[in-house]
């Protein structure tokens, strides 16, 4: 469909074609291993950092800088969590186990799966909350998104004689509910295990905003889109045109704008495409 759009536009396309560098006199002239090409108009959308292996370049910021086009700093968006040993030798074990949890990074919350990975964490709800993320900061995981604070206390009473980790996997898959129970409860477990209802409470609460710091991201070889990028503010907001060079354009996942899951990012390449094509 696409091609059959292109070719009723009289669109020329250049395939294997690697622009090397791009120069301006009284028009743009483009240094490329086919040659050059030279225009009035030059819309980049050479995309932005994540998967490398996939031709990822940064190709536009360079071309931003030569034309004085303001970048904002740049890093992995939709990444998958790493943490430091120290937690990671209670998570290894979980690799492979996932749950429906609220995942919080900054004021941004996310109700959807998390996946424990053999370096951390994953899944949906990670990777969004991950966009959120700083270096240095926490993120905040709720592992019983639908329990109310008094809800294992009432579960306990009603079954004095089941363990405790038996009562947490009616909420959690087993594995996990028994290795967050060690790792939260640790030696106030067997005083918990005698029902006291103000240690459940305390324990229910502590799972539901549940604070881990994670040491890194999986970086540029596992993202699925970067935060930032050429500068919105530098663009016109109708047409992408930038401010500072006009004639010079910058679309999708090279301008600082990072969607969540669920196609966004492609929308909004499409969308900034299609903008920037109106006024070429
Ligand atoms: C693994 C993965 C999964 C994703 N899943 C989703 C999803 O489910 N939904 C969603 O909305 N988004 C998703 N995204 C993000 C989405 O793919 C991007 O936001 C979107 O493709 C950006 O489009 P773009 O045209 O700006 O750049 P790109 O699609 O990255 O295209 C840029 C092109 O420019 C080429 N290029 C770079 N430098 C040069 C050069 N010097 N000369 C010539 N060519 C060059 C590159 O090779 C590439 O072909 C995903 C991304 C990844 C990596």
Request: net charge negative; hydrophobic share 45%; with cysteine.
């Amino acid at each position: 469909m696409l091609l059959d759009e292109c070719e009723a536009a009289g669109v020329a396309l250049e395939l294997n074609c690697r622009v090397g560098a791009v120069r301006r006199g009284e028009r743009f002239v483009l240094e490329t291993n086919r040659g050059a090409f030279e225009s009035e108009t030059l819309c980049v959308a050479t995309g932005g950092l994540p998967i490398p292996k996939l031709g990822a370049s940064g190709f536009a910021f360079e071309i931003a800088k030569q034309f004085a086009v303001p970048v904002t700093p740049t890093r992995p968006g939709l990444v998958p969590l790493t943490f430091s040993e120290a937690d990671l030798k209670w998570m290894r074990t979980l690799s492979g186990v996932s749950a429906e949890v609220i995942a919080r990074a900054g004021k941004a919350a996310f109700r959807e799966a998390a996946l424990f990975t053999h370096r951390g964490l994953s899944g949906p709800a990670i990777l969004q909350a991950s966009s959120y993320w700083a270096r240095g900061q926490s993120i905040e995981i709720n592992w019983l998104p639908d329990a109310e604070d008094g809800v294992l206390a009432k579960r306990k009473r009603e079954r004095p004689k089941a363990q405790l980790k038996t009562v947490l996997a009616e909420f959690l898959p087993e594995r996990l509910a028994e290795t967050l129970l060690a790792h939260t409860a640790g030696e106030a477990q067997q005083e918990i295990g005698a029902s006291k209802d103000a240690a459940l409470i305390d324990l229910t609460r502590a799972l539901k905003a549940f604070a881990l710091t994670p040491a890194g991201d999986e970086g540029y070889a596992k993202a699925e889109v970067m935060v930032g990028g050429v500068d919105t503010d530098a663009l016109s907001q109708k047409s992408m045109e930038a401010r500072a060079a006009p004639g010079l354009f910058f679309v999708g996942e090279a301008t600082d704008v990072t969607g969540w899951l669920g196609g966004y990012n492609f929308q909004w390449a499409w969308a900034s495409g299609w903008a920037a094509g109106q006024a070429l």
